[in-house]
Nanobody, 123 residues
Framework: QVQLVESGGGLVLAGGSLRLSCAASGHAVINYAMGWFRQAPGKEREFVATKSRSGASTFYADSVKDRFTISRDNAANTVFLQMNSLKPEDTAVYYC????????????????WGQGTQVTVSL
């Protein structure tokens, strides 16, 4: 069982930056593929970024590539999402998740989820 707690969300102006954190407990994040997903009102949950279980690979949605960076601090058992050049369309609840696979973009393959943190980007 892995418990995940996100933090770092908030209100930011377009073009600004935020850094989301996902603190894990119960098991080490190095045992899982770790992903970030987001869900905007009225829309389905969508993939944002993932770091493979080995830590060697990262994958991003096209919409966030070159703006967002996923990273992992093994000692702190924490995963981060650095978000730069934020746009109003990035507004959503952001979720951290853990999957017992090498890596995945598919929400259904993630077994453990945090409660989410709201990110709002205004003009």
């Amino acid at each position: 069982q892995v418990q995940l707690v996100e933090s770092g969300g908030g209100l930011v102006l377009a073009g600004g930056s935020l850094r989301l954190s996902c603190a894990a407990s119960g098991h080490a994040v190095i045992n899982y593929a770790m992903g970030w997903f987001r869900q905007a009102p009225g829309k389905e949950r969508e993939f944002v970024a993932t770091k493979s279980r080995s830590g060697a690979s990262t994958f991003y949605a096209d919409s966030v590539k070159d703006r967002f960076t996923i990273s992992r601090d093994n000692a702190a058992n924490t995963v981060f999402l650095q978000m730069n050049s934020l746009k109003p369309e990035d507004t959503a609840v952001y979720y951290c998740a853990a999957a017992d696979v090498s890596w995945s973009r598919i929400p259904n393959q993630y077994k453990y989820w945090g409660q989410g943190t709201q990110v709002t980007v205004s003009l």
